[in-house]
């Protein structure tokens, strides 16, 4: 099973951007990359997907590098309710979803 | 408006009992799964479901069971077999595409049981 590589904590300041990374260096070519977020005491909620080009959408942005073994969340303009546990994961085969401990973001008002 | 719908939202168990988790989603999502989520860990698979009336056994099954006996529910039952069972446990459903170069869509996660055993 692929796996992902994360930092376990980060701090942002609000209102600032935050750039999440994560590393993915066994990843296949038919991998799709996925990030989710949870908040305390919730599900993980879906974030953003990709497979090779960058993406954007209402919630962040998605930087795939052309090597497809690392890649970034973007988050524009930090909230404190972006504070949260991010998951990077790649899709693999099954549908099947492999959470690791994620990166805990801690963002500072 | 769809969504997966888990409860209760808080249960409590006494030791030697076994309860069961509901888990309903009206996705008309193929895929169901279950995880358990121990404080400051990552998720952990115990089952999932592509089909209905079959289910295959993830990371931590034992002591654990489920049933897939319609599309919309995933019922788990957590037995006095499993020996620590006081966690947050969480449920998800996904479109479940075959075929080349399929795009795997993801999960819907519900909210969340958090089970403690008294």
């Known amino acids: 099973d692929a796996k992902t590589t994360q930092p376990n904590s980060m701090e942002s300041n609000e209102e600032e951007p935050v750039h999440l990374p994560c590393n993915h260096s066994t990843i296949s070519g038919t991998d799709y990359i996925h990030w989710y977020r949870q908040l305390p005491s919730q599900g993980p909620e879906y974030v953003i997907h990709?497979?090779?080009s960058n993406v954007n959408n209402r919630m962040a942005s998605l930087a795939i590098a052309e090597d497809r073994k690392s890649s970034t969340l973007i988050l524009h303009r930090a909230t404190l309710r972006d504070a949260a546990v991010y998951y990077c994961i790649l899709g693999g085969t099954g549908n099947q979803f492999y959470f690791g401990t994620g990166t805990s973001l801690t963002v500072i008002p | 408006d769809g969504g997966i719908t888990q409860s209760p939202k808080y249960l409590f168990r006494k030791e030697g009992q076994n309860v069961t988790l509901s888990c309903e989603q009206n996705?008309?999502?193929?895929?169901m799964y279950w995880y358990r989520q121990d404080p400051g860990q990552g998720l952990r698979l115990i089952y999932y479901s592509q089909i209905v009336n079959d289910f295959q056994k993830g990371d931590i099954a034992e002591g654990y069971s489920v049933s897939r006996e319609k599309k919309e529910s995933f019922p788990l039952t957590v037995t006095s077999a499993q020996k620590n069972p006081t966690a947050f446990y969480l449920c998800a459903s996904s479109i479940e595409r075959l075929g080349q170069g399929r795009e795997n869509y993801g999960y819907t996660f519900g909210s969340g049981t958090r089970l403690t055993v008294v």
């Open positions: 990709g497979l090779t």
């Open positions: 996705l008309n999502h193929d895929a």
